[in-house]
């Protein structure tokens, strides 16, 4: 289940104060604050082909953030930048595939969140929730064995991957740069 409401939690219907069955209420934006703390998974056991699957989802969707590609490229947190990075793929993997409590989307949020403050980095643009929700359904997905968003991902990283083949230049001194000028004149 990955959607969740504390009474369906503790195995009573998933009822509001109301007594209004959710489906019966209007979603508002508090609704869906509050609905999206309770997001969770039941730590399930993946199989030996959605292991992979999933670790290369968490790497994609983490390289499609911008706020960590930002603090990577711009070595915010220290020439090491990428390696920290890494190490939250790494660390993020872990937290799905060995956890034996149920995984709430908050501490998945924490996890991204100190991530970010280990490259220095802080961001108050909602994307740290955008990318923990997209990380839980992924594993969701994995774990039922369906692939789609992460051919999802790969097309978009695809797209995303057009390299330019830009070399630097060899460093000139003034003269050499005046008589190249000079003789194409």
């Given at each position: 289940?990955?959607r969740?409401s504390?009474?369906a939690?503790?195995?009573?219907?998933?009822t509001i104060?109301?007594?209004?069955?959710?489906?019966?209420?209007?979603?508002?934006?508090?609704?869906?604050?509050?609905?999206r703390?309770?997001?969770?998974?039941?730590?399930?056991a993946?199989?030996?082909?959605?292991?992979?699957?999933?670790?290369e989802?968490?790497?994609m969707?983490?390289?499609?953030?911008?706020?960590?590609?930002?603090?990577?490229?711009?070595?915010?947190?220290s020439?090491?930048s990428?390696?920290?990075?890494?190490k939250?793929c790494?660390?993020?993997?872990?937290w799905?595939t060995?956890?034996k409590?149920p995984?709430?989307?908050?501490?998945l949020?924490?996890?991204l969140d100190?991530g970010?403050?280990s490259?220095?980095t802080?961001?108050?643009?909602?994307?740290?929730?955008?990318?923990?929700?997209?990380?839980?359904i992924?594993?969701?997905?994995c774990?039922?064995?369906?692939?789609?968003?992460?051919e999802?991902?790969r097309?978009?990283?695809?797209?995303?991957?057009v390299h330019?083949h830009?070399?630097?230049?060899?460093?000139?001194?003034?003269?050499e740069?005046w008589?190249?000028?000079?003789?194409?004149?």
């Open positions: 289940m990955l969740s504390p009474s939690m503790l195995g009573g219907a998933e104060s109301s007594g209004k069955t959710r489906a019966e209420t209007t979603t508002s934006r508090e609704q869906q604050t509050a609905d703390l309770y997001l969770m998974e039941l730590p399930k993946l199989s030996s082909e959605a292991l992979p699957m999933l670790r989802g968490i790497n969707a983490l390289s499609r953030w911008s706020a960590l590609q930002m603090a990577v490229e711009n070595e915010w947190g020439r090491n990428r390696d920290i990075a890494n939250l790494d660390d993020v993997f872990v799905f060995h956890s409590e995984l709430y989307i908050e501490d949020d924490e996890k100190q970010l403050l490259l220095n802080e961001t108050d643009d909602g994307s740290i929730g955008e990318v923990a929700e997209k990380l839980m992924l594993h969701e997905e774990s039922e064995g369906n692939y789609s968003s992460i999802k991902l097309e978009a990283c695809a797209h995303r991957m330019y830009v070399k630097q230049a060899p460093e000139r001194s003034s003269q740069w008589w190249t000028r000079l003789l194409s004149s």
